[in-house]
C-alpha cells in the first residue's frame, strides 16, 4: 500500500526527531559524567576537610561539596534539554545533588539503550534521607516543631524579660519557639534572669522553649558625643495665623520629687519654699536663654505642686530664675532657680556634602555647627569609632555607611588619627547621626578579631545559660575554631553555633564556614539581613539570601531568617503589605526572628497564622500542590464525575480560611 504524501511527512519528522533525540541524549550522558567525575574528585581532594567534620554531619559536608561542584559551571543550557526531554533539570537537588544526578543519569541510558547499574553507594543523600537529615540537625539545633508549623519563631527579648515574669509568659503564650538574647545589650544578670524567665514560662506552657545568647562580636559603632546644652523649649499650640490655640503648659514641683503631673507638657524642679508661695493666679517671670522677657500663669496648685502657662514661646535653661512678679514683703522666697532639666544626647546633622571626621577617640569631638574661633569657619563635625583599628585598614574611595544605611559616605583622606569622610547619601533636609549606631565598610578588607574580650568574658555565662551561641560577624573558618576552643574550655562542647552572616566576606565564605561548624553537633545559619543588606547592596540582597538558602540546604543545615520581619507590625501595630508577603517567605527557612517592639505579641500571632498556612504550600524552593479549596467551585464542569461529586460548587467560609 502506498503511503501518502503526508503520511510519509510524519514518519520523516518522526525518524528525524528520535535521531535527534539520541545524539541529544548522549551528548547530555558525556557533560553529566564528566559533572559526576568532577564532584567525586573535588569530595577526595577535600578528604583533610571532611576528615574534621563530626560523624553526624559528614554525610551533609559531603552533599554540600556536590552542589558547590554543580554551582560551579553555567549548566542552564543543560537544564533546558533535560527538561525538553521531561527528565529532571537538576533545578531542586540542593539536598541531594549526586542522588538526582544519577537518576537522571540512569534514565538517560536507559533511553539510549544503554546498561545502567546501580550508584548509590556513592551517594551521601537521597531525596527521603536528606530531608531526614535536615529534619533532624533543626531538631537538634532549634528544638522541636510545633504541630502544623514546621517553622519555628525567635524573638529577641526586651530589656524588662529580666525583671517581668509576665512579659516572657506572654510571648511563649502567642507561640515564641526561640528566645534571643542580646548580648550586645543589658549585662549578666539580665541575661541570667532572662534565661531563668524563659524556663519557668516554657514549664509552665508544657514545653520547650530554647535559649539562643548573641555575641556582640566586632560591630564597630559611633563613639559618643558630647551632650548638647540642657535646654527645655516651651512652645505653645498656634493656629496657621500664629494665633495660640493653647499655651504651653509647665509644671513645677518640689525638687526633692520625682511625679510627673498629668496635664503638664514637661516639669522642672524649683526650691520648695518658693513653691509654697504660689496660687492660681500668681504671674512669674523670667529671662529665656535668649534673654527674651517671659511670663508664666499659675492656672491650678495642689499638693503635687502647680501648673503654669505660658503664651509665648521660651527655653529654659538651669540658669534660668523664676520671679513671683509683684511679691509683697511678706513672701520669704520670691525667686529659684530651675533644676531638673537633663542635657539632651549629643547628636551630628549631616547633609550631602558635609564632611565628617571619624576620629580615634584622642580628638575631642566638636559639636557640629561651632565656629572654630581664629577663622569663624562651621568646624566638621566629628565623631569617634569604637574599634579604632579600622583606621589602618581602609583606603580612599571606600564607602562606608552608618546606621543601618541610612547615612552613606565615601573616605576621602585616611591619616594616623581620623578618616575624612564626604556624605554623598542622606534625606533632603539631612540626617540626625548619634553615638553607638552602627558603622559599615562593605569595600574594605577588614581584619577584626573574631571574639573581642568582652564576648569572651561573656562567654562565662552563655555557657552556663544558654541552648545555642550566636557568632555575629563571623568571616573565617578560623573565627568558628576560635568559637569552639573557648566553648570546649567551659565544658560546651555540645552547644549549638549560629553563623551569622551579616558581611559580605562572611557570605562570599560561607561553604567553609558550614564545614567548620559542622565540626560540631549542631549549627546553623542566620541570615542578618539588615547589616548585610548594607554591605552587598539592597538591590542584591534578594540575590544574596536565596544563595544563602540553597546552600544552607545542600549542607542539611538549618537557616534563621532575620532582621525586619513584621518590623512595623510589631512597632506599630499596623503591617504593611509587604512585610507580609516577606513573612510568607520566612517559610522556606527553618526559623523566622522577629525583634521585640510594643505589639510583639501581636506580631507573634499573626507570624504563627501566615507560616500555618504556607507550610502547605511551600517547602524549601519546591512549591507543594495543595488542594485550592478557594476554588473548587470554578472547574466543577469539567471536572470527572466522580471528582465532580466531591467538590461543593460553593467553597465554606472555615475552607476558604484555610485554603
Not at 562542647?493 to 552572616?501: A, P
Request: hydrophobic fraction near 40%.
Amino acid at each position: 500500500m502506498r503511503k501518502s504524501p503526508k503520511t510519509h511527512s510524519i514518519l520523516n519528522l518522526k525518524e528525524e526527531a528520535s535521531t535527534w533525540d539520541s545524539e541529544v541524549c548522549h551528548a547530555i550522558i558525556a557533560q553529566l559524567w564528566q559533572l559526576r567525575n568532577a564532584m567525586l574528585a573535588r569530595e577526595a581532594a577535600m578528604r583533610e576537610e571532611l576528615s574534621l567534620v563530626s560523624p553526624e554531619n559528614r554525610e551533609s559536608a559531603r552533599n554540600l561539596i556536590h552542589y558547590l561542584t554543580l554551582r560551579s559551571s553555567d549548566l542552564r543550557e543543560v537544564q533546558e534539554k533535560l527538561t525538553w526531554l521531561g527528565l529532571s533539570s537538576l533545578g531542586r537537588s540542593e539536598s541531594h545533588v549526586l542522588a538526582n544526578l544519577d537518576k537522571v543519569l540512569g534514565i538517560l541510558h536507559r533511553l539510549t539503550g544503554q546498561d545502567w547499574q546501580d550508584k548509590s553507594a556513592d551517594e551521601p543523600a537521597g531525596m527521603v534521607s536528606s530531608h531526614h537529615l535536615l529534619a533532624r540537625h533543626t531538631s537538634d539545633l532549634l528544638g522541636t516543631a510545633r504541630p502544623e508549623r514546621p517553622v519555628r519563631i525567635m524573638v529577641t527579648l526586651p530589656s524588662e524579660a529580666a525583671t517581668d515574669f509576665s512579659v516572657v509568659r506572654e510571648l511563649v503564650q502567642a507561640g515564641m519557639d526561640i528566645a534571643r538574647i542580646n548580648c550586645a545589650h543589658d549585662g549578666a544578670d539580665q541575661w541570667k534572669a532572662m534565661a531563668s524567665n524563659v524556663r519557668r514560662a516554657a514549664k509552665s506552657a508544657s514545653r520547650e522553649v530554647r535559649i539562643l545568647m548573641d555575641l556582640g562580636g566586632p560591630k564597630i559603632r559611633t563613639g559618643d558625643i558630647p551632650p548638647r546644652p540642657a535646654v527645655l523649649k516651651l512652645r505653645p499650640h498656634r493656629d496657621d495665623y500664629g494665633h495660640v490655640l493653647q499655651p504651653a503648659s509647665l509644671g513645677l514641683r518640689s525638687i526633692d520629687e520625682s511625679n510627673e503631673l498629668m496635664d503638664a507638657d514637661c516639669c522642672v524642679g524649683v526650691e520648695h519654699e518658693w513653691l509654697a508661695n504660689l496660687k492660681v493666679g500668681t504671674s512669674i517671670t523670667f529671662s529665656d536663654a535668649r534673654h527674651a522677657k517671659r511670663r508664666l500663669v499659675v492656672v491650678s496648685v495642689d499638693e503635687r505642686g502647680a501648673i503654669a502657662h505660658c503664651l509665648k514661646t521660651a527655653y529654659l535653661t538651669p540658669n534660668s530664675c523664676l520671679t513671683i512678679e509683684d511679691a509683697d514683703h511678706e513672701v520669704e522666697a520670691s525667686s529659684s532657680l530651675v533644676h531638673g532639666i537633663e542635657y539632651l544626647p549629643g547628636l551630628l546633622h549631616l547633609h550631602r556634602g558635609d564632611a565628617l571626621y571619624l576620629t580615634r577617640g584622642q580628638l575631642e569631638p566638636l559639636p557640629p555647627g561651632k565656629p572654630d574661633e581664629e577663622t569663624d569657619v562651621r568646624a566638621p563635625a566629628r565623631i569617634a569609632c569604637t574599634l579604632p583599628q579600622v583606621i589602618d585598614q581602609v583606603n580612599p574611595g571606600e564607602r562606608i555607611w552608618f546606621d543601618d544605611g541610612r547615612i552613606g559616605g565615601l573616605i576621602r583622606r585616611v591619616t594616623p588619627d581620623w578618616l575624612e569622610i564626604e556624605i554623598t547619601q542622606a534625606r533632603e533636609g539631612g540626617e540626625k547621626l548619634i553615638g553607638d549606631k552602627g558603622i559599615n565598610l562593605p569595600d574594605s578588607a577588614l581584619n577584626l578579631p573574631a571574639l573581642t574580650d568582652k564576648d569572651i568574658a561573656d562567654l562565662v555565662v552563655v555557657a552556663s545559660e544558654a541552648d545555642m551561641v550566636g557568632l555575629s560577624f563571623v568571616q573565617k573558618p578560623e573565627d568558628v575554631m576560635l568559637l569552639r576552643e573557648h566553648l570546649h574550655r567551659h565544658g560546651k562542647d555540645d552547644i549549638g553555633i549560629v553563623l551569622k552572616i551579616e558581611t559580605l566576606q562572611g557570605f562570599e565564605n560561607l561553604p567553609e564556614l558550614m564545614l567548620a561548624a559542622m565540626a560540631g553537633k549542631s549549627a546553623g545559619v542566620m541570615i542578618a539581613r539588615g547589616d548585610l543588606a548594607v554591605e552587598c547592596g539592597y538591590e542584591r540582597l534578594a540575590e544574596v539570601q536565596e544563595e544563602i538558602l540553597w546552600c544552607a540546604e545542600a549542607a542539611h543545615m538549618p537557616v534563621i531568617w532575620a532582621t525586619q520581619v513584621l518590623e512595623t507590625l510589631a512597632k506599630t501595630g499596623v503591617p504593611s503589605r509587604a512585610e507580609i508577603s516577606d513573612a510568607g517567605m520566612g517559610v522556606r527557612a527553618e526559623c523566622v526572628m522577629l525583634n521585640k517592639g510594643p505589639y510583639i505579641t501581636d506580631a507573634i500571632r499573626a507570624l504563627d497564622d501566615i507560616l500555618r498556612r504556607m507550610a502547605g504550600h511551600q517547602a524549601k524552593k519546591r512549591p507543594l500542590l495543595r488542594a485550592l479549596r478557594a476554588w473548587s467551585g470554578a472547574g466543577a464542569a469539567s471536572a470527572t464525575p466522580s471528582s465532580a461529586a466531591n467538590t461543593s460548587a460553593t467553597t465554606s467560609a472555615d475552607e476558604l480560611a484555610l485554603s
